[in-house]
Structures are given as C-alpha cells and as structure tokens.
C-alpha cells in the first residue's frame, strides 16, 4: 500500500523547525545519533523503556512501528537533529502522541512545545484527528507541565486509560478545537507537504497517487472481495482493523450484516451504494462504486467524505 511521507516545517525567527517522515535510508543514516539520545541517562529515565537500544534495535523499532500504522518523526533544527515524535494507537478519531528532545543542550529552551505544536497542526489540520491523547510517567513533571501549558488536561477515559503501560501513569488529552483556539495563530504558520511515498502493494500510476494526499478515505477491492488499497485517511480510520495490514485481506470477512450483503451484492451485481451516517457527532457520506479496466469489471471502491453541520444545496437550471 502506498502511504505518503511528510514534511511539516516552521520557521521561527531565523531558526528553521522540521519534522519529517524519514524513508529507511534516512532512518539507517539517523540511527546511531537516535541511539545516543534514547540511552542518555536522563532521557531514558523519562522514556518508557530501561534497556540500552543499539543501532540495529532503533531500526527495528521505526520498522515495526510503521508496520504497526504508526507514524514517526524525526526532528531538527536548522538541520541538526535534536530528537524524534510520533502518532500511534490511533483510531478514526484520535491518537496518542509522544516526543523526546534527544539533545541535552537543547532540553528546557520551548523545543518540545514548539515542535508539539507543529505536529498538532499536521495530525489535526491534514490529517483530520479530533482528539490527542498523552501518557507520561508521574515522574517526568516537566513533560506534564508541557502539556498543561499547551492545552492538555486530565482524561481517565477508557480510551486513555487503554493507553497506560503502568497503573501511575499520568494520562491527558486536548480536543482539535480547544487546541485550535489556542494554538491557531501559530499553527497557520506551519507548512505541510508531501515528501514521498513507501513502496505500494498496489502500484497507482502518477497520475493517481494523490489519493494519498486528500482528506477522504478510499478503500477498493477486487471482484473476489479482497482488499487490494487504502489511502492515507483509510488507515488511521482502519487503523484498529490493522491499517495497511489490510491489503490482501477479505472485505467480506471485515463486514457486519447488513454491510457483507450489500458487499456481497454489489460485487455480483456491480452497482452503486450511498449513504450517510453520523458519529460522535460527525456526519459522515458514504458512496461505494463499481469501476473498470478496459471496460471490465474490476472492484469496488469506497469514498466516505466528512461533511459539515451545514452542507448548502443548489438547484441549478439546465
């Protein structure tokens, strides 16, 4: 499947902040330094894991990461890097956020909230997140003094409890439109981009492979049922289904009645389905399609699109 990389950038004075999706090479070439900040004394004792990580266990981790739907950053400053962040566990509304600023000489001086910020404008804004979720040990009260200050507060929901790795842990969350009060004027100054794109299990041409960019969800399948894509939006809103694990599964077998009958139908017959439905107060349109390759029936495919509270309607003459 095809998953696009991206860029988010902010220049803050004369200083330039940059998060990016690092492609394999790039995640090789950042190990050894990762390694270092992981293992530094301090750093590792406000981090979840107790162990020393090697080159090859940094690796590893991005890797299996990835596979997992989760999506890393690495970070610098004016080209240097200075830590990392990512967005895991997520849902099709949330996810959990994390961020370490490796470099010692760099640590109390407003990095961490500033890069918090800019990647908050990436998973709210582009990626259409309503609510991010943080859990931090007891102990690091300078990350949970951080979070406080950018709008996060107290959640002992199911969903953040789910997230702890310890009883202790301190769990918060900030919804997108108390952050955007907050944040908006900063956020605006945030650049976002598409970088690249890993390798697909179903190669779109050129000319498609924006799909991966827009805020709509689109799943296909092939005659038989089996998933054969998703974009970008599609995996974060199947990300509890496995995301990109997907690919080469059965749709059939995802579906609850009576979804699988109208899957089931409209791959015997092939014709349209709409519909609208609403959740936690987003209405969303569904419209599944049949299309063709050289006028041959070849799959189905799925676009839901979020609307807005007010969608206006026109009546146009011919």
């Known amino acids: 499947m095809s998953a696009a990389l991206y860029d988010v950038e902010y220049r803050d004075g004369q200083t330039l902040l940059r998060a990016f999706e690092p492609n394999p090479d790039e995640v090789r070439a950042a190990a050894a330094q990762l390694s270092s900040y992981y293992n530094d004394e301090h750093n590792r004792a406000m981090l979840t894991h107790e162990d020393d990580m090697s080159v090859e266990e940094v690796v590893a981790h991005y890797t299996e990461s990835r596979e997992r739907g989760d999506r890393l950053f690495l970070i610098e400053q004016d080209g240097v890097l200075v830590g990392d962040a990512d967005f895991r566990h997520f849902d099709s509304e949330s996810a959990e956020y994390a961020i370490m600023n490796g470099a010692r000489n760099l640590q109390g001086r407003g990095l961490g909230r500033k890069f918090t910020t800019m990647l908050h ?94 805020a709509v969800s689109v799943v296909a399948c092939d005659t038989a049922g089996v998933c054969t894509y998703l974009n970008e939006r599609a995996c974060h809103t199947f990300a509890k289904d496995g995301g990109r694990a997907l690919v080469g599964r059965s749709l059939i077998d995802c579906h609850p009645e009576p979804a699988r009958s109208r899957l089931l139908e409209m791959l015997r017959t092939p014709g349209a389905n709409s519909y609208t439905v609403e959740k936690a107060g987003k209405k969303k349109l569904v419209h599944q399609t049949p299309f063709f390759r050289d006028g041959v029936f070849a799959g189905v495919v799925e676009f839901v699109i979020e609307l807005p509270a007010l969608l206006p309607h026109f009546v146009r003459k011919s």
């Not at 997140?129 to 996060?152: H, K, M, W």
């Not at 310890?166 to 969350?173: K, Y």
């Not at 907050?182 to 598409?194: I, L, N, S, Y």
């Open 121 to 214: 404008a990436w998973a709210l804004r582009e990626m259409g997140l309503a609510r991010v979720y943080v859990t931090i040990l007891p102990a690091n009260r300078a990350s949970i003094r951080l979070f406080e200050q950018l709008g996060y507060g107290p959640d002992q929901s199911l969903r953040a409890r789910s997230l702890i790795d310890e009883e202790s842990d301190v769990t918060l969350s900030v919804e997108r439109l108390a952050f955007e009060k907050q944040h908006g004027a900063t956020m605006d100054g945030v650049r976002f981009a598409v970088r690249k794109r890993w390798e697909a299990s179903m190669n779109l041409p050129p000319e498609l492979q924006w799909l991966d960019g827009v």
